[in-house]
């Protein structure tokens, strides 16, 4: 038990540590309630992701995810309507750029807890990314380099399409 207490407070201390992080570079207000986390199958995170509700849209979804290349797959997910953040089974936060996923998903509850509204989803994306992209780099390291993120697909990905 006395384990299970100290990597929940690693956690609690973590997420304290990342918001002060966001608020100080990127005005978003400091929030201490922070989100669940949920450590999940690779899949129920896809499934997650594009609201697969179906038996059918399940088959449909998880087909084209196990013929995509896994390592452009969607890292985490950020569950609004629970304020979970669902990051893939084994995930440990031991390299910068694992860290920098739940970063992500952080902005996306800040944004919620804090009721910033966005013209489209893809808009609320860009600050997540932004910020995703400032930790990498505080690394020396890049969404391009550790997530095959270029900036094409990085413009497309946060731009509202009407």
């Known amino acids: 038990m006395v384990g299970v207490a100290k990597g929940a407070f690693a956690m ?3 997420l304290t540590s990342m918001v002060l992080w966001l608020a100080a570079n990127f005005a978003l207000p400091a929030t201490f309630d922070h989100p669940k986390l949920r450590f999940v199958a690779a899949e129920e995170i896809v499934v ?3 609201r697969a ?21 969607i890292a985490a997910v950020y569950d609004d309507a629970k ?14 750029a694992e860290l920098s996923v739940l ?3 952080l902005v996306h509850h800040i ?5 910033l509204k966005y013209e489209c989803p893809a808009a609320r994306e860009k600050l997540a990314y ?11 390291l890049s ?19 009407y």
């Open 111 to 115: 944004q919620t807890t804090a009721n």
């Open 103 to 105: 970063l992500h998903e």
């Open 53 to 73: 509700i179906t038996r059918e849209q399940r088959r449909q979804v998880l087909a084209s995810y196990a013929a995509s290349d896994k390592q452009t797959a």
């Open 130 to 140: 932004a910020a995703q992209e400032k930790w990498l780099g505080l690394f020396n």
């Open 12 to 14: 609690d201390a973590l």
């Open 48 to 50: 997650f992701r594009y």
């Open 83 to 96: 304020k979970t953040i669902l990051l893939p089974k084994g995930w440990a936060g031991r390299s910068p």
């Open 143 to 161: 969404l391009a380099s550790e997530f095959n993120i270029d900036p094409f697909t990085l413009k497309v990905a946060t731009e509202c399409a």
